[in-house]
């Protein structure tokens, strides 16, 4: 297999979507794809046993993409092996009427990891400033003072967007969070396929929406926003890794890589040392619990 390499991967200056291949194989069967990726899994839950016993981070994980990208099933893959109590998923869908009442990363902020587990966005705050920007209409819902009609919608109120963002996740990193964002970059043939799929498979017609046409029909528009997302605040703390999404399984096994990798460079995550005390008794301990045979 090829060997992944994680800063081909990780957006460090400006990129261009149409540049970057939506398409990797690494080398390899899907069999043999599936099969390296049991085992970085398994070593991704046990770093999270570890990161729960430290107790000092949380670590927060961003899933972007079009429709069809994979959102959900590399989701439901990379994480199998992961203590159900250490990993909480977050599926962002329209704001509700209580949600719309607070600033917009309001749920999101509500929704973070506590230390010692993994949060994933399923969709994320990014949401607003990709379908909000794609459809700016429904930035007016928001209530926002001096915004009444989408003229009142400027460059100017985008670059604040961009900046809270950053201010947000500058914020959760200087206190402990962990950041990764991860955009799938599926191609449009691609996701012209999976719909084509939904629709020819009884059992996957639910997951069709008229909906998903006109979104795909508004493609270049999302890209374009995509683009200026990624690039405008893509840092450090938080960087963004542009993931080619057209081979399932080589996506997932290129997120977990990243993942595991890139934690396993924290070294101050470790298990607690044991109390001097009761490191000195354990063989006492031992004892007592054996002889109740």
Same mark, same amino acid.
């Given at each position: 297999?090829?060997?992944?390499?994680?800063?081909? *991967?990780?957006?460090?200056?400006?990129?261009?979507?149409?540049?970057?291949?939506?398409?990797?194989?690494?080398?390899?069967?899907?069999?043999?794809?599936?099969?390296?990726?049991?085992?970085?899994?398994?070593?991704?839950?046990?770093?999270?046993?570890?990161?729960?016993?430290?107790?000092? *981070?949380?670590?927060?994980? /961003?899933?972007?993409?079009?429709?069809?990208?994979?959102?959900?099933?590399?989701? &439901?893959? #990379?994480?199998?092996? /992961?203590?159900?109590?250490? #990993?909480? #998923?977050?599926?962002?869908?329209?704001?509700?009427?209580?949600?719309?009442?607070?600033?917009?990363?309001? =749920?999101?902020?509500?929704?973070?990891?506590?230390?010692?587990?993994?949060?994933?966005?399923?969709?994320?705050? *990014?949401?607003?400033?990709?379908?909000?920007?794609?459809?700016?209409?429904?930035?007016?819902?928001?209530?926002?003072?001096?915004?009444?009609? #989408?003229?009142?919608?400027?460059?100017?109120?985008?670059?604040? &967007?961009?900046?809270?963002?950053?201010?947000?996740? =500058?914020?959760?990193?200087?206190?402990?969070?962990?950041?990764?964002?991860?955009?799938?970059?599926?191609?449009?043939?691609?996701? =012209?396929?999976?719909?084509? =799929?939904?629709?020819?498979?009884?059992?996957?017609?639910?997951?069709?929406?008229?909906?998903?046409?006109?979104? &795909?029909?508004?493609?270049?528009?999302?890209?374009? /926003?995509?683009?200026?997302?990624?690039? &405008?605040?893509?840092?450090?703390?938080?960087?963004?890794?542009?993931?080619?999404?057209?081979?399932?399984?080589?996506?997932?096994?290129?997120?977990?890589?990243?993942?595991?990798?890139?934690?396993?460079?924290?070294?101050?995550?470790?298990?607690?040392?044991?109390?001097?005390?009761?490191?000195?008794?354990?063989?006492? *301990?031992?004892?007592?619990?054996?002889?109740?045979?």
């Amino acid at each position: 297999m090829k060997k992944i390499k994680i800063a081909s *991967y990780k957006v460090v200056s400006d990129i261009k979507l149409e540049d970057l291949s939506t398409s990797e194989n690494l080398d390899s069967t899907d069999r043999e794809l599936k099969k390296d990726l049991e085992k970085l899994r398994e070593d991704l839950g046990d770093f999270q046993n570890t990161l729960y016993a430290h107790g000092k *981070y949380a670590v927060l994980i /961003c899933f972007q993409g079009m429709d069809t990208s994979g959102k959900d099933s590399l989701i &439901r893959e #990379v994480f199998k092996d /992961c203590n159900v109590r250490g #990993v909480v #998923v977050h599926s962002f869908k329209v704001p509700t009427e209580l949600e719309l009442d607070h600033d917009y990363i309001w =749920r999101h902020y509500i929704a973070l990891p506590p230390k010692g587990k993994f949060g994933v966005f399923n969709r994320t705050h *990014y949401e607003n400033v990709l379908v909000t920007k794609v459809h700016p209409e429904y930035i007016l819902s928001e209530n926002i003072p001096n915004i009444n009609t #989408v003229a009142d919608i400027n460059e100017s109120f985008w670059d604040k &967007r961009y900046k809270q963002i950053n201010d947000f996740e =500058r914020h959760i990193t200087e206190n402990g969070t962990l950041v990764f964002k991860f955009f799938l970059n599926i191609s449009k043939e691609e996701q =012209r396929q999976r719909l084509l =799929r939904r629709l020819r498979l009884q059992e996957k017609n639910w997951k069709f929406s008229p909906g998903d046409l006109k979104e &795909r029909n508004l493609w270049d528009k999302y890209q374009q /926003c995509y683009e200026e997302a990624i690039n &405008r605040t893509s840092k450090t703390n938080a960087p963004w890794f542009v993931i080619p999404a057209d081979n399932k399984s080589a996506s997932r096994l290129i997120v977990a890589t990243i993942l595991l990798e890139s934690l396993k460079k924290y070294k101050d995550i470790k298990e607690p040392e044991l109390d001097d005390k009761i490191k000195a008794n354990i063989e006492t *301990y031992k004892s007592q619990l054996e002889k109740e045979k």
